[in-house]
């Protein structure tokens, strides 16, 4: 068997908020200390306007720009509430379960205030990495869900799960997958960069070699863009003789699945593994790097195999493709 070891409120128009000496003003990025901040007075959030198509003006620019965070929509930010932004705000009503009419009122604004953040001054966003944590990271992971990089909970804490969805979009993007979010990863979640599989209709799997991605698909859809470890082409020395670490390609379908915890075999261990040919799977790990590292299976985050898990991803006859 081939098998391998893992390593709104609303506030009136007259009314000031007190914060003291512990208190943290959203987006300061410092918490004040008894010298430093021992009092603030923050004015009041001013009414947000009803906007609908035919709206104009720096309400509809802040309404598009907070689309481009946290959906996949990618007009223009040019303060013209057209059908192609409608579009966009039905799309985030449906995705908070809030009445789809396309009307930007009172319970959409605090929808969207809570799961974006302002944009910074002149575009400017900080450089994230692993262990950073805060609103941009939040936002982040919002967007790179929105767009199919799979990054689990908006929860602001940049972890491996974040990590590996940035990895993912690096390499859809032709980037360096070094998982820093620096400008040129920010430039390429503001575009909407997502990969094309081959895969055009029903549900598979498809592992794209060359980019080292698995693509998730459903009814000819891309739902998930996963970072993936394949073969990495390696001699090693297993059952009496020497092989080579590839990833056969081809079509296959799953054929048998380990459903729970780890699997030992002959090469270590796998996360709930789904077999699609002899002993070659995709399969949970905890080390996915951002290059082929494998002895031949597809590897994913456990965080990943879980989630395709308890969607039901993983069936026998589920379709596998290898290019």
Known sequence: MHTERTAGASVAADTTTRIGRRGLIAGAGAVGTAAALTAFTVPAIAARPTLRLGSRGAAVKDLQNRLRQVTSWRGAADGVFGKATRSGVIAFQKSKRLAADGVVGAKTWAAL?????????????????????????????????????????????????????????????????????????????????????????GTAFEVDLGKQLLYCISGGVLKFTLNTSTGSGERYYSGGRWKRATTP??????????????????????????????????????????????????????????????????VNGRVVVVR
């Not at 302002?118 to 767009?147: C, D, F, I, M």
């Not at 031949?296 to 989630?307: E, K, L, N, P, Q």
């Open 113 to 201: 205030d809570a799961a974006t953040t302002e944009p910074a001054p002149g575009g400017n966003r900080p450089t994230l990495r692993k262990g950073s944590s805060g609103a941009a990271v939040k936002q982040l992971q919002s967007r790179l869900n929105a767009t199919t990089y799979w990054a689990g909970s908006a929860d602001g804490k940049f972890g491996g799960t974040t990590l590996q969805a940035v990895y993912a979009l690096q390499k859809a993007a032709g980037l360096k997958p070094d998982g820093v979010v620096g400008a040129k990863t920010w430039a390429a979640l503001d575009r909407g960069v997502k990969p094309r599989p081959t895969v055009t209709s």
């Open 249 to 314: 390609r081809g079509k296959f379908r799953i054929y048998r699945r380990h459903t729970k915890g780890w699997q030992t075999g002959p090469l270590g261990n796998m996360y709930r593994p789904a077999y699609y040919d002899r002993g070659w799977a995709i399969h949970g790990s905890n080390s996915i790097p951002p290059y082929p590292a494998s002895h031949g299976c597809s590897r994913i985050s456990t965080a990943a195999a879980d989630m395709l898990w308890a969607r039901s991803w993983f």
